[in-house]
């Protein structure tokens, strides 16, 4: 059963732009920092998605290595949306907001991704992904313990961070524990948005982590010889939880960088 939970978080002003927030794999809507949410909130009508399987969402599938489950749910939140939006998504989040827009070139004003590869696993040409074999320990790991997996799985989101410590905290308090996120971890072995990547028509920004140990910000090399059209790709120092990063760090320059360039592609 495919179905949708999103929270808005309207704007004050009137008639301001939407921005569809997308999380990563192994949380839900609210995982995002308070303080981006408050600054987001002041330009743009929010609206936070769970994924299928993840947070409120009421999908129970354990499975979907064929893509059709992830499909039928983009298609109906494409149905849900405004006429014109823009999208921030976080690595899974990120892939899947790639998606979104290859679906509605038209109606995408611009889009970010933060830490997020085209294919997550590496593939004969694609190097720089994590290995499938690890993945698959992984998914192996989460079958037998999911928590365990999951606290190990925040461990290396905040691996090379500033402050690892307080970040893995932070993300323990996020993570959403349930059997359904192992579909999410057939999308990561799955999903190879290459040729997406390469014609995606509107703006887009991607942030690499130059410490990363899920996304190798090595992969930037890669995608510059694959890129066309309006697209920035850049390395920023920290860990795979770059919001989490920048937020505690005080004044946020992730999130003005991201500011300006939604702002910038909405003229």
């Known amino acids: 059963m495919i ?16 921005l569809v927030l997308l999380h990563g794999w192994g949380y839900s809507k609210s995982a ?77 004003s611009a889009l970010v991704a933060l830490a997020s590869n085209p294919s997550f696993v590496q593939r004969p040409d694609w190097p720089h992904a994590m290995p499938v074999a690890v993945l698959q320990q992984f998914a192996t790991a989460f079958a037998h313990s999911a928590n365990k997996a999951l606290q190990r799985f925040c461990a290396l989101q905040s691996q090379g961070g500033d402050q690892p410590t307080v970040i893995n905290k932070q993300l323990r308090t996020q993570v959403y524990c349930r059997a359904s996120l192992s579909m999410g971890l057939d999308w990561l072995a799955q999903l190879d ?32 010889k694959v890129s066309h059209g309006d697209k920035t790709i850049a390395t920023l120092n920290g860990c795979h939880a770059l919001a989490w990063q920048y937020a505690q760090a005080g004044k946020d320059k992730l999130l003005s960088r991201i500011g300006v360039f939604l702002e910038q592609s909405d003229v």
């Open 3 to 18: 179905s949708l939970s999103i929270s808005k978080r309207p704007c004050s002003q009137a008639g301001a732009p939407t």
């Open 32 to 108: 995002w920092p308070d303080s981006w949410l408050q600054a987001l909130a002041q330009d743009y009508d929010l609206w936070l998605v769970d994924l299928p399987g993840h947070g409120d969402d009421t999908c129970q599938s354990l499975q979907d290595s064929d893509l059709r489950i992830l499909d039928s749910w983009l298609q109906l939140l494409a149905a849900s949306l405004p006429t014109q939006y823009s999208l921030l998504g976080w690595s899974l989040g990120g892939q899947v907001a790639w998606r979104l827009a290859q679906l509605q070139p038209d109606r995408v």
């Open 193 to 224: 948005l290459r040729a997406t990547w390469q014609f995606l028509s509107m703006p887009t920004l991607l942030l690499l982590a130059a410490e990363d140990a899920l996304v190798p910000a090595t992969v930037a090399s890669d995608l510059h």
